[in-house]
């Protein structure tokens, strides 16, 4: 296995939430077919021009605070399984009790400078922080509900203020979660059935008010956001339940009448801007459309005390070259503790994956997708079928291939058992060295082929990345 894909290390078996995880799965797959899949968009130039800066970007910050961060997984001293943000619901918490934890939410700690500075450290160019999750509670100074950090906390600041002026200050472009069907502090909201019974009925007759929800809470908080602090990138909303397109437009049009360069992600319910993946999800291909990859750095968005299943840097700098060789972005979280501290886990990985940007951003930021695709792996020839009945992919993870006008990068995530061979083009290719240091790599052409070896040990033992050369702007096959 290689070091960089997957096998985590024989840590305590995280906490397995079935319930998002069965939702995770089948949307999973229905998201990473359809990123794959769903007929090309009419081409819209006003889109593509939003979406100019998110196709540079490529990685960005994803910040998943509230005050779930205070049970941290635990409630009433029992270990509450799954996402530390479903604290709420997997514990079947009633708002009588969930709603208590804003008087205890006082995060001293919280400097919206050093979050921005981290996220510059670790070569991230967006911000997108959860303003209100499915509890309903709001991270900025909401007069529409009380309900929020600024007036039912001892804190009693405005958390998204603060972040959007620093964010400002270090020109980070800054973007709000917003959970625009599930709130589970409202009777007429999705998602608490606990206290307010069920959404809909068998025959999906919905059984709440849920439209004076969406028009006394929801659609006036995002005309808040986009209207109180400053230029907003984009909006991350989040598991369409009973979204009707209708309902979808409502938000749209707020987005794009009080800012018309937000971007609108894939979870509106209806079309955003570009394809949200299901979580964690990678697609096996490349695609032209523009997309996401939302993802955690261990198993959960909001923090858990226990959740310490970490991944390394290697394997979140694989992720990040697979997904831009791809065409997507990779939108990596953290969850900040209840004093407001990113733990200090995360921080260490995001800054060791940020020093190899450093010296290899250029593979990466403004790249375009790999010219080839066999790097990808293959269906497997005997026509396995895996869980699912699907044709059984297997990946390979040696390499990924970004490119440029003219250029090629190859990232190479582990050393190379033999010369390696370019895959074949008409192009003439013209010289080769390594991207870190410009070190020539020496060509060696036979038979049509074109080969280079690496000097062990690699450069850099967590990637290593190789230019080529060659004439012509894109690469013919
Ligand atoms: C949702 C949230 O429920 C979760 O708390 C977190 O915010 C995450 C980013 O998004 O979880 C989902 C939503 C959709 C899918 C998977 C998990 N999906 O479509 O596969």
Redesign the pocket.
């Known amino acids: 296995m290689n070091r960089h894909n997957g096998a985590t290390s024989g840590r305590r078996p995280k906490a397995i939430d079935v319930a998002?995880l069965a939702?995770?799965?089948?949307?999973?797959l229905?998201?990473a077919l359809t990123v794959q899949t769903l007929p090309q968009r009419p081409a819209d130039p006003a889109r593509a021009k939003r979406l100019e800066w998110f196709r540079d970007a490529k990685y960005g910050l994803?910040i998943?605070w509230g005050l779930y961060a205070i049970p941290a997984g635990e409630w009433k001293g029992k270990r509450s399984l799954g996402?530390g943000?479903?604290i709420m619901n997997r514990s079947k918490i009633p708002v009588a009790e969930y709603e208590p934890l804003a008087k205890q939410f006082n995060p001293v700690k919280f400097n919206a400078d050093q979050w921005v500075q981290l996220a510059q450290d670790a070569g991230m160019k967006y911000i997108v922080i959860?303003s209100k999750?499915?509890d309903g509670f709001a991270m900025f100074k909401s007069a529409v509900s009380p309900y929020n950090v600024a007036d039912a906390t001892p804190f009693r600041r405005d958390v998204l203020k603060e972040l959007a002026d620093a964010c400002a200050r270090h020109g980070m472009r800054l973007g709000f979660?917003y959970?625009q069907s599930?709130d589970w502090h409202e009777k007429n909201g999705a998602g608490n059935t606990w206290d307010f019974g069920p959404d809909q009925g068998p025959d999906n007759k919905e059984l709440k008010n849920y439209d004076a929800y969406l028009r006394s809470k929801a659609e006036p908080q995002v005309k808040e956001l986009l209207t109180g602090y400053g230029p907003v990138a984009l909006i991350w909303f989040?598991?369409p339940r009973m979204m009707t397109p209708e309902r979808g437009q409502r938000f749209a049009d707020i987005v794009r009448t009080s800012q018309p360069n937000t971007l609108i992600d894939g979870?509106l319910g209806t079309e955003g801007d570009y394809r949200?993946?299901?979580?964690n999800?990678i697609p096996p291909e490349a695609s032209t459309e523009a997309w996401e990859t939302?993802a955690t750095i261990n198993d959960t968005?909001?923090f858990r005390k226990d959740d310490t299943n970490w991944k390394s840097p290697g394997q979140i700098t694989f992720k990040l070259v697979d997904i831009v060789s791809k065409g997507g972005n990779y939108l990596l979280?953290v969850g900040p503790t209840a004093e407001g501290v990113i733990p200090p886990a995360s921080q260490d990985i995001l800054r060791t994956v940020g020093r190899w940007l450093k010296a290899n951003g250029e593979a990466v930021y403004g790249a375009g997708t790999s010219p080839f695709g066999e790097e990808y792996g293959e269906y497997t020839a005997r026509g396995a079928k895996d869980v699912r009945g699907q044709k059984l992919f297997l990946p390979q993870t040696e390499w990924r291939v970004t490119s440029k006008p003219g250029k090629l990068y190859f990232t190479f995530f582990a050393e190379l058992r033999a010369p390696f061979e370019i895959p074949a083009m008409k192009n003439r290719i013209t010289r080769a060295y390594r991207l870190a240091d410009h070190a020539p790599v020496d060509l060696k052409t036979e038979n049509g082929k074109t080969t280079f070896s690496l000097e062990r040990p690699m450069l850099d033992p967590m990637a290593t990345v190789v230019v080529v050369e060659f004439e012509g702007q894109k690469i013919e096959r």
């Open positions: 998002p939702i995770a799965i089948l949307s999973v229905a998201l994803f998943h996402l943000e479903w959860t999750h499915h979660y959970s599930q989040d598991t979870r949200s993946t299901g979580d999800v939302p968005w909001g979280n």
